[in-house]
């Protein structure tokens, strides 16, 4: 493959990458796409849910096709808090979700990353596996091509590093330096296998339907994360991530963790019968908007991954990088037609992101963790003190109500961490948002009379 | 949080994972007398999804494990010296996730 130039080299074949590449192959460019791993998925780590839209918006209907690699689509999402003992669950389930399009579904990433890659080689693209970029070659300032780790140069108009979180790329690029400890998140994850109809009469699903469950509290061990508990047709994903710079501090071992949330009382149940087929672990960029390197130079543009592109509030990501790789791959689209591949033309590429749902849900959650990181001792005791409070609601002791009424509400107006979250949070500009807000709301209200 | 966690053997666990070893690292401790002299944390060592690191008393210093490597690349940021410099295994190369 040495001396070709191609219109566009695609390093990663991920969400990311195989969309910018099969948009672009479609258009009839010469795409080559470069996969460290020796088939697509290799090294790719996910829950895994998958939403609907994205991938619809690439290949419509795309959950119609026999060969479609989606597990369960997700009819139920439950939310738990824990507390060593006990949890306080919330959840919603929806008919609605039983129907086409589904919402989103449990995928398996390698099966779901083969596939996909294939759609990108049908309509075109060169798919090399196997194939590690260990550098970015320039010319005059702008990228021209990348090297592989077997000393390979290629050479095309446009590199798009889609290369995951740890993007080497980008860094060489000089688009970004190294991330820090608090802007990602450490997650590992096991693969459960448990017969289908365990599944479905354990999670009380018919006819291909799944259920996702993310967990707070106790199951994080004081730092900031969740666990999560999704199941698959034939297996059940389980995993806890919770921010490096927390581990770095709690000096907590991943895999005992992730062990003591398969033995958590209330979980334990739930995986009970199942066997382990693989233990996995990856980073996920939580850094969000404050995190974003820019997402383009001459000759090159970061996608997914890459460039901190999830809402971790929301357990999106991979969507985020498919329509962001779908825009790259426009953009470049179009910096063909006009013979120009300078950041003046690929500045495109941000005017697109701005207006789709991804740089606004990533600015509208920029704050979120660091809200989360200044009420740490509320996020660290809250989980007890709510199953606390919920124990002593539905518990009958032969006391009279008032009673347990009265545990509950000495508990949480005595508690130190409530008492620091009310302080921190009393300040001039708070109570000027929140008397704003409520102007606001109020207007509205009376207006609509 | 003072609760006890299980302590578990990681062998078992990267036991069910597939590997395609190569010979050579991708994992060099730039200046292994940092890790003897000035890091005394060593989050490496407790923190490695794969316990691709190891204080050894013994020798001195931190054993590096490069073929249990997961890749996921925490080491480098974990480090409070910047220490340990972990690139991609060469193409085709280390962990082969069958599920991910």
Known sequence: MADDKFD????????????????????????????????????????????????????????????SPMERHVTEQRFWILSKDAAAQAGF?????????????TIIRTNFDRWFSKKAEEAGAQ???????????????????????????????????????????????????EWKADEVALGVKEILEMPKEKIEDRFCLENGEGTTIEMFGDVTQGMLGYAFLYTNKESLSIGVG?????????????????EYVKKHPILRRLIAGSKTVEYSSHLIPEGGYNSMPPLYTDGFLVAGDAAQMVNAAHREGSNFAMTAGQLAGETVIEAKKAGDFSSKTLSLYRKKMESTYILKDLFDHRELENSAERHMPLVQQGPDLLCESLYDFFHVDGLPKRVGYERILDRGLKNKAVHEALWKEMNVRNIVTGLKYGLMAGKKWLGGR | MT????????????????????HQTHITIEKPEVCSEQCREKPCASICPAQVYRWEEAQNKVIVSFENCIECGACRMLCPFFNIKCHWPRGGFGVQYRYG
């Not at chain 1, 389930?93 to 579904?105: F, I, L, T």
């Open chain 1, 8 to 67: 566009a080299i695609v390093v990663g074949a991920g969400p990311a990458g195989v969309s910018a590449a099969l948009v672009m192959a479609r258009a009839g460019l010469n795409v080559v796409l470069l996969e460290r791993g020796e088939y697509p998925g290799a090294k790719n780590v996910q829950g895994a849910v998958l939403y609907t839209k994205m991938l619809d918006d690439l290949i419509p209907g795309f959950w119609k096709s026999p060969d």
């Open chain 1, 93 to 105: 389930k929806s008919d609605r979700w039983a129907r086409e399009p589904h919402n989103c579904y």
């Open chain 1, 127 to 177: 798919l090399f596996s196997g194939v590690t970029v260990s550098d970015v070659l320039k010319k005059d300032g702008r990228v021209v091509g990348i090297k592989t780790s077997e000393g390979d140069e290629l050479f095309a108009d446009v590199v798009i590093a889609c290369d995951g979180v740890n993007s080497m790329l980008a860094q060489q690029v000089g688009l970004m330096d």
């Open chain 1, 242 to 258: 919770c921010k490096l710079s927390h581990y770095q501090k709690s000096r907590v071992r991943p895999y005992d963790l992730m």
């Open chain 2, 3 to 22: 609760t006890e966690l299980p302590k578990v053997n990681i062998d078992e666990k990267l036991g069910y994972l597939t590997y395609k070893a190569d």
